[in-house]
């Protein structure tokens, strides 16, 4: 009877201490999974912290961008309304906006925190399914902006500079350009662009170009609203 008690008492403090292990594991368990949490969690606040600071890059450079080549355009128009016929009533600004159709500005976005984030396998790290919608989006409309601007260059290197270096004095329309001079100080004349303006090459390059411009113009705003869309769900997410 003895014997039985004793083990009766060896068992339930036996019990007793598995129970305690079992607790003590789970307790440390938990611990873990709240500390990889914490770290999971502050590298996801991390990343999304330098992703909305290259976002407000991106917006200053979209901005800019957008300005440029919206009074680009507007020289081009002016341009095409000249060779066909319409009369030059500014050669000063004729003068600029033909330089100018030799000028392109590129958007290149400030990605490389979601650069990282993909190439690195982390795209995991953030939790909210939107901003990785958005982010996706972006990276989709980045690749589009890439390709057009390869294709934008092959047009202005073809259809525009060949013609404006072979019809034009580009060294004597440059003080003009620059706002250093006028055209009468450097003599220039409507005879200057007569060859340019009757160039099918220089015009359709013109056309092609205001044709790209516009399509970049409405691709940049669709980036930059994105963008502002994004850091709206980012700074959200921060506040959480």
Known sequence: ????????????????????????????????????????KDREIKYLTNIKLDLLKDIESLEYNIDFRQKKTLGIEKLINQINGQPIKDLNETTFNVINTLYQERF???NVTYSDLVSSGNM?????DSIKIYLFELSLLYQQNLFNIEHETSEYDENISKSIFRLVDVERMKPV??????IEQVNISEEDFKALFES?????????????????IEMYQNINNKSKRLIELINSELKK
């Open 1 to 40: 009877m003895l014997t039985e008690n004793k083990f009766s008492k060896y068992l339930i403090y036996a019990i007793g201490e598995i129970i305690l292990v079992v607790i003590g594991i789970m307790i440390a368990l938990q611990i873990n999974n709240s500390n990889n949490k914490r770290i999971e």
């Open 108 to 110: 290149q976005p400030s």
């Open 124 to 128: 995991n790290l953030i939790s909210n």
């Open 177 to 182: 350009f620059l706002g250093k001079k006028t």
């Open 200 to 216: 099918l090459e220089y015009k359709n390059g013109c056309v092609l170009a205001k044709w790209t411009s516009e399509g970049m």
